[in-house]
């Protein structure tokens, strides 16, 4: 099997556009998005420092209350004193409890906005990558590009056993062969040819067209599917970018 230098060509400049556009609109909104939500957490973690200095500025006032009683009065102020310092520890007590709920939420609402902005993000990407990849592969279709799919379906058959292949054309009633543009008389007798030189003996082809393929030619039978198209081997990059996510 020929290598085509130009089909390989196109290919590598897909995948470094690709790799530009993830690195553009993905990876830096989603740094920005982080540092705006840091930038919100620290803004509770301010507010709660500041409730607590507030209690700590009461439990002062108390004290400063309690050191200006007369002496005569000295049981008052002790009674005075426990009573202030019971208030001030609920008091404190409170407020370390506000100050621990709003960091709290404050971290939950973090991870949680992070989480969904990634996987937005992610998700957008992914289908601005498939669609680009799309869009570019529907610009290279035509009868190059369909020899090399026709090259690899005739690789796909010949790695498969022996025995499968016998099975294949001693049971199969016919090859249903789809390809995104109708082939002509010519392109059809070739494909015949090579297939049922791949399978080892004579085959029936019933050739049929989707242009859902973008490029490419599939093999069907009732227990054989090649999926060698474009549309087939996106699908599978869109699946794999989910499951990366």
Do not use: C, Y
């Not at 310092?85 to 991870?111: F, P, T, Y």
């Not at 990558?129 to 026709?150: H, K, N």
């Amino acid at each position: 099997m020929t290598i085509d230098w130009w089909t390989l060509g196109l290919q590598t400049v897909n995948i470094v556009i690709l790799i530009w556009l993830l690195q553009r609109f993905f990876w830096k909104p989603i740094a920005g998005m982080i540092e705006q939500r840091r930038v919100a957490a620290q803004t509770a973690l301010t507010a709660a420092q500041t409730a607590r200095d507030k209690a700590n500025a009461d439990l002062i006032d108390i004290d400063k209350t309690l050191a200006g009683f007369a002496s005569e009065r000295e049981k008052i102020l002790a009674d005075a004193q426990a009573e202030a310092e019971r208030a001030s520890q609920a008091k404190l007590a409170d407020a370390q409890q506000q100050a621990a709920a709003l960091i709290a939420a404050a971290k939950d609402g973090v991870a949680k906005n992070e989480v969904a902005a990634t996987q937005a993000w992610a998700q957008r990407s992914s289908d601005l990558a498939v669609d680009i990849a799309e869009r570019l592969a529907a610009r290279l279709a035509g009868p190059a590009v369909q020899g090399v799919f026709l090259d690899w379906a005739l690789t796909a058959i010949r790695a498969l056993p022996a025995t499968i292949r016998e099975a294949i054309t001693r049971s199969a009633p016919a090859l249903e062969t789809t390809s995104a543009t109708a082939l002509d008389r010519a392109e059809q007798s070739r494909a015949i040819q090579l297939i049922g030189e791949a399978f080892g003996a004579p085959v029936r082809v019933v050739f049929k067209t989707d242009p859902g393929l973008i490029e490419g030619l599939e093999i069907r039978t009732d227990h054989l599917v090649i999926a060698n198209s474009w549309r087939a081997d996106l699908a599978q990059i869109q699946a794999e970018l989910a499951h990366d996510q």
